[in-house]
């Protein structure tokens, strides 16, 4: 019969011209292009493919798809590796090295498969019941040393991905008979048409299925189709594409395959919106309980008819046939046809119920009814199987066994919608209920096992959405002649044997015994089983063995299929890996970095950045080759002769017109309608619960005419929460909001010599100190260029901002940091520059501020009490948990022994010792050069009222002494920044 | 995903391409009110189940804030408005 193992001599849609050589557990096998994993694993004689999850039960190949609960294989091709896949969704290809996922030392010979005997210990929920003693966490590593599916491996990816967006008028999921049918019949209808098909070849079970369309092979037909559809201008086809997910607003989610002969190298990731879904992804068969169902060599009567005429490959030697419905008459004349011995049909129907009887008999084959298996046996494969009926018992020899139980519907998407399946008793399936609006259900999915009806079906969904669109195009109706699948099949309990033998979910282990357990202890609704037991839960998803579950629960309790429902249907259909939908998110790519201007000038005098959102200098390499060495130089220069320091990031608002003062005021806490032209006032800006939201300096150049200054961090922020108050509040304000943070350089200059720096810059106006004035602006020339010049400080030192636009910023910072003569002007970065600023106890937003903190609490209460008029915040701060005593207030800190950190915990008054409760915390903290003490600021419960007192800060794992003290440690009269 | 079409720019939006503004209608009131008016402007949201009036913004597109009646149910998006203007459904809907 068999030539080689077990390909069948003729016959598949295999390529036997080319042979493809692959390894299974390291043994060297071939195949042939076309073959999928488990065809070839078959074709090879491999029995056992892989463990059971909690039994170790040696397991084969059960489907030849996702559906299938058994075949689960780790595999690495030319391109990749995937630890837990199902043979039957892998294209083989040349050189691929497959590994079964459980089994020690392999997967024939495992020592884990002793667990069977202590089996009784495992039962469902046997962690909450069986391990308790004495603990759990005695078993618990074992346990899951014992678990889980495939390791992952740190390879090189070398499969590309990409993403793509679209937009159809139809989208149609499944390139069977069904979609195949309703794409045929919308062509000429104007309708751009997307059909997804997750097999590599459009057709479906006409692959597979022995039919006659327009007098031709269904695959014949499928073929020409296939042809027709892709001259069609308007029709998109993707085989090897599955649409993973159903999403509100018709919005998919398809991941698409392209594979060669070495394995996939490339996915996309399609995101695609339909105005109309048409769903025919047709329908999976089930399976049937029996004692030993499980064992290698038996499998659902499907794979084999399509592991015969797909594939060419003969699932067994001698091959019987258990099933409650028609179709297993099929795969009998598949296999007689295919040269392959029938040792029985066995049907649990009488002779009546049985259309395809008649044709059985003409072949020969026996035909057993009102029969059931009571037993199976064969360790590594089956080898006989024992039937009863009402007068005999028989035992049949046979090394493969097909059963059938009926079909379920692959309703999983409409799921996704939220689309709760109906059970429709007169075919024994769950099908799609109340789908959303403009989806279409067509053929197998809404159990239709009738071809012809199907081509209607798919001839009325066509001419429905073509309605849409005046009709255009002509429905297509292929005639058929074939044998029919019969009328579904109710799902049926066994009524002899023992029920812990009998698997139902065979990926998880979950037996009759385990429902009937669960079902006593009261966990009859579908969900609460699930859980319990497992059911449905492995990467399989239950899709052979949900409705088997249900139907048993449903016959324990005395309910109805529809009364127990099915579970919640969630996305993805099948996994997606993570790789996809990062896309190329990663690495480099996962943000953009986000550069100054002037990035060049830095990398020169070797600056160290750290990312904040820009790319910004920490510190310099040049200045000193550790880091608190030169961010002491850093200080030092500033504090000596002068720093300069990039602030570009700092961000930038212009607002104007007539109300760009009052607009500006209702932001800020502070009075900007007294604000003059040429003059800078520093205020914050509050959410409308009195939180501090921002900080910055508000500036002048015009009476209509301001710009705005927010922190780096909240510069998009702040121009979005401006733009908002003004369409939605304030329409009528004649103002304009104009974000330019990118558009300007800024660069600092700080110290005692800052002024004689900026004057090298040759500016065309007057900077004296009487002339230009701390907390003032002016417009001009520095450098040749025009710039705006800003006499502001975050340091305590005289400090000009000078601000050029971006494009002449590089050249402006080298010549300033060239500048000849005494000067030596130092680069300073973002350390030094906040350890200045943490002297001089300026505030960080963000750090000494948290979601909490309001202006009354960082010593702003005198300038909120003096506003007249309302501004965002003001009415909160009138509320208790403002007014409260009990506010944690910003103050100093000197350490008086130790060093302050960041987070360290202000003790309660009376307490020396940790654990205790704790009244505050450090929010900013370093040593201070030029104090010559660790300072810091903090949020300290009434800290405004204690100035002078002693507290306990736990600082480096112990409680150290500081003294509260206002928080401007250095020049506290301002005499330096007025210089 | 939502889809909203954008009534100053024109484009139907995706979710992701929109800022969601929370309930529409919130009037802000006056600092003289009490300080239970205040708190319920600031915290007080009627978070239905159903017919929604909600602001959104097209910030990936043309910036603008505008006005959406959305069922939270479904996402079915019954009128999209701009400020200026009125809603029939709105209107239908109070």
């Known amino acids: 019969m068999t030539t080689h193992g077990y390909r069948l001599p003729s016959g598949g849609r295999i390529d036997r011209t080319r042979t493809i050589a692959f390894e299974f557990n390291g043994r060297r096998l071939s195949g042939h292009p076309g073959d999928t994993l488990a065809s070839a694993l078959m074709a090879n004689g491999v029995d056992i493919i892989g463990r059971s999850f909690k039994y170790r039960r040696p397991r084969g190949l ?52 002793g667990v069977q005997l202590v089996s009784g210990l495992l039962n469902a929920g046997f962690y909450y019941k069986t391990f308790k003693w004495p603990s759990w966490s005695w078993f618990e590593p074992w346990i899951r ?18 993403h793509r967006h679209a937009t159809y008028d139809v989208l149609i999921v499944g390139g069977g008979p069904a979609g195949l049918a309703t794409a045929r019949s919308l062509i000429g209808s104007g309708l751009r048409v997307f059909l997804a098909e997750d097999q590599p070849q459009l057709g479906g079970s006409l692959n597979w299925e022995a039919a006659l369309i327009d007098g031709q092979s269904g695959s014949a037909w499928a073929a020409s189709m296939a042809r027709t559809l892709a001259e069609d201008s308007h029709t998109t ?37 339909a105005h109309h879904v048409v769903l025919a992804t047709g329908m999976i068969e089930r399976p049937l309980l029996f004692p030993d169902n499980d064992r290698p060599g038996i499998m659902l009567s499907g794979t084999v008819r399509r592991m015969i005429n ?128 403009r989806w279409h259900v067509v053929g197998g999915v809404k159990a239709t096992l009738d071809l012809s009806a199907t081509f209607a079906d798919a001839g009325a969904v066509a001419h429905t959405i073509r309605a849409g669109r005046g009709g255009l195009g002509s429905a297509h109706s292929p005639r058929v002649d074939v044998l029919s699948l019969g009328t579904g099949a109710i799902p ?15 990926q998880n282990d979950v037996k009759a015994s385990d429902i009937e357990l669960a079902a006593r202890e009261g966990y009859v609704a579908i969900e609460h089983l699930k859980r319990y037991t497992t059911l449905g839960m492995g990467t399989d998803q239950g899709r052979t063995s949900n409705v088997v579950g249900l139907s048993l629960l449903a016959a324990l309790t005395n309910r109805t299929l529809s009364e127990v429902g099915t579970t919640t249907f969630r996305p993805p259909y099948t996994a997606i890996r993570l790789g996809t939908i990062a896309n190329a998110r990663r690495g480099d790519l996962f943000k953009p970095r986000r550069l100054f201007p002037t990035h060049g000038v830095h990398e020169n005098r070797s600056a160290v950045f750290e990312d904040f959102g820009w790319e910004r200098p920490d510190w310099y390499r040049s200045n000193a080759n550790e880091r608190e060495a ?23 608002i212009e607002v104007t017109g007539p109300d760009a003062a009052k607009f500006l005021s209702r932001f800020y806490v502070s009075n900007l309608m007294t604000l003059k032209p040429e003059r800078v006032r520093y205020s914050v800006m509050l959410k409308e619960d009195g939180v501090i939201f921002d900080d910055g300096v508000v500036s002048c150049l015009s009476d209509n005419h301001f710009l705005a200054s927010p922190t780096s961090g909240n510069a998009e922020a702040v121009a979005a929460w401006f733009e908002r108050w003004r369409q939605t509040e304030w329409p009528t304000m004649q103002v304009a909001i104009s974000p330019v943070t990118a558009n300007w350089t800024s660069i600092a200059l700080a110290g005692p010599l800052a002024r004689a720096l900026l004057a090298r810059l040759q500016p065309d106006f007057d900077i004296s100190n009487d002339a230009f004035p701390h907390m003032q602006i ?49 680069p300073v970065g973002l350390e030094a520059w906040l350890r200045l600023r943490l002297e001089k106890g300026y505030l960080h937003v963000g750090s000494d501020t948290n979601g909490r903190t309001t202006p009354l609490d960082i010593g702003m209460g005198g300038i909120v009490a003096k506003r007249q008029d309302d501004f965002i915040g003001k009415r909160s701060l009138k509320l208790a948990f403002a007014t409260s005593s009990e ?39 370093c040593f201070s050069p030029s104090v010559g003490e660790s300072i810091g600021l903090a949020l300290i419960q009434r800290g405004h009222t204690r100035d002078g007192e002693v507290v306990k800060v736990f600082c480096g794992g112990t409680p150290i002494s500081c003294r509260i003290s206002n928080p401007i440690f250095y020049d506290p009269t301002n005499q330096r920044l007025q210089a | 995903m939502i889809l909203i079409r954008c009534p100053y720019c024109g484009e139907l939006r995706t979710e992701d391409e929109l800022t969601y503004g929370g309930e529409a209608n919130i009037a802000r009131p006056a600092e003289t009110v009490s300080d239970e008016a205040w708190t319920d402007y600031l915290f007080m949201r009627t978070n239905p189940k159903g017919i929604h009036q909600e602001q959104w913004c097209c910030s990936a597109g043309c910036g603008q804030w505008f006005k959406v009646v959305r069922d939270t149910v479904s996402h079915r998006i019954l009128d999209v408005w701009k400020f200026e203007e009125v809603s029939q459904a709105a209107e239908e809907v109070a």
């Not at chain 1, 040393?145 to 590309?160: H, I, L, S, Y």
């Not at chain 1, 649409?243 to 490339?266: C, I, M």
Request: net charge neutral.
């Open chain 1, 492 to 506: 049926t309990q066994p009524s002899v044997g023992s029920s812990s033998r009998m698997w139902v979910d065979f």
């Open chain 1, 778 to 826: 002016r417009e001009g020339t520095v450098g040749g260029v025009s710039a705006r010049v800003a006499r502001i400080s975050f340091t305590g030192e005289l400090q000009f901002e000078v601000s050029v636009q971006a494009r002449y910023a590089s050249s402006l910072l080298s010549t300033v940091l060239t500048a000849e003569g005494d000067l030596e002007p130092r």
């Open chain 1, 62 to 113: 059960y489907g030849a798809g996702v559906e299938d609960p058994n075949s689960m294989v780790a595999v690495r091709d030319a391109y990749g590796y995937e630890p837990a896949l199902r043979a039957g969704q892998v294209r083989l290809g040349d050189g691929m090295q497959a590994w079964s996922v459980r089994g020690w030392p392999s997967a024939v010979f495992d020592v884990g498969g």
């Open chain 1, 310 to 437: 797909e594939f060419g490959v003969a699932p067994a030697r001698r091959m019987a046939i258990y099933t409650n419905n028609d179709s297993g008459y099929l795969t009998a004349l598949a296999a007689y046809r295919a040269g392959m011995a029938i040792a029985a049909v066995v049907d649990t129907r009488s002779a009546e119920a049985a259309m395809h009887a008649t044709l059985s008999k003409e072949m020969g084959i026996p035909c057993l009814f009102d029969a059931q298996i009571q037993a199976t046996a064969g360790y590594r494969r089956l080898a006989t199987i024992t039937v009863r009926q009402v007068s005999a018992v028989t035992k049949i020899a046979c090394d493969g066994l097909a059963v059938s139980g009926g079909f379920s519907p692959c309703v999983h998407l409409a799921g996704h919608r939220g689309s709760k399946p109906v059970y429709d008793p007169t075919c024994g399936a769950f099908v799609p209920g109340d789908v959303p609006e």
């Open chain 1, 145 to 162: 040393r014992a678990t889980g599916f495939g390791c992952p491996q740190a390879v090189d990816e070398n499969r590309k991905v990409h």
């Open chain 1, 630 to 652: 030169a961010v002491a130089l850093e200080m030092a220069a500033v504090r000596n002769h002068v720093g300069v320091f990039d602030a570009s990031s700092l961000g930038k």
């Open chain 1, 237 to 273: 086809i993707l085989t090897s594409t599955t649409v993973t997910g159903a999403y509100e607003n018709d919005h998919f989610v398809l991941v698409q395959s392209f594979w060669d002969d070495r394995g996939v190298h490339t996915e996309c990731l399609w995101k695609l919106r």
């Open chain 1, 887 to 925: 506010r944690e207030q910003l103050v100093g800190l000197r350490a008086l022994d130790g060093s302050l950190e960041v987070g360290g915990r202000i003790l309660s008054r009376g307490h020396t010792q940790v654990p205790c409760p704790t009244e505050g915390y450090v929010t900013s903290a």
